[in-house]
């Protein structure tokens, strides 16, 4: 189980203490507001992309959507997202727990700007019930992202 990698990981940046556990589902972003009391927005959606080699770990808003234009001016290819055994494969996590945190050498972990209009954001923690609560500051530092990006919308309307 990938929260068994998170945790540690995060526990030495002093954000162990932030992973919140739940009894139900949290592995889409309508079931991670339910069960943590927050607007779906406020959900970092960890979507996995692979391009040739490369695996694109893109985290964003849960109310923001891949544009395709974007992300092909961004990374030079067509958004492929990956399938459900390729993100346990290539990233380390499973689908309804992905997250930026404990992943696989070699993913490409990227911010998107759709998070930047938030105090904190909640990222999954590596399981399909869980997830922590981060300020933008204590997420770049523990997704250590290879910089931000714009590549989603439909987020600015809301």
């Not at 997202?81 to 499973?94: C, F, N, Q, W």
């Not at 972990?109 to 399981?127: C, I, K, N």
């Not at 204590?138 to 987020?155: F, I, S």
Request: hydrophobic share 45%.
């Amino acid at each position: 189980m990938s929260i068994e990698r998170v945790r540690p990981y995060l526990e030495e940046m002093g954000l162990g203490d932030r992973i919140r556990e739940f009894t139900v589902s949290s592995a889409t972003v309508a079931l991670a507001a339910e069960a943590l009391g927050v607007e779906g927005a406020r959900i970092a959606k960890s979507l996995g992309f692979k391009l040739e080699e490369r695996t694109i770990l893109v985290v964003a808003a849960g109310d923001a959507k891949v544009d395709n234009g974007k992300y092909k001016a961004a990374f030079g290819g067509k958004a492929k997202m990956l399938t459900a055994e390729e993100a346990v494969e290539r990233i380390g996590h499973a689908v309804g727990g992905v997250c930026p945190f404990a992943v696989n050498d070699g993913v490409e972990v990227y911010l998107d700007q759709s998070l930047r209009r938030f105090d904190t954001v909640y990222p999954a923690a590596g399981s399909a019930s869980s997830a922590v609560r981060l300020d933008l500051a204590e997420l770049e530092r523990a997704a250590r992202p290879v910089g931000w990006v714009d590549v989603c919308k439909g987020w600015q309307e809301a």
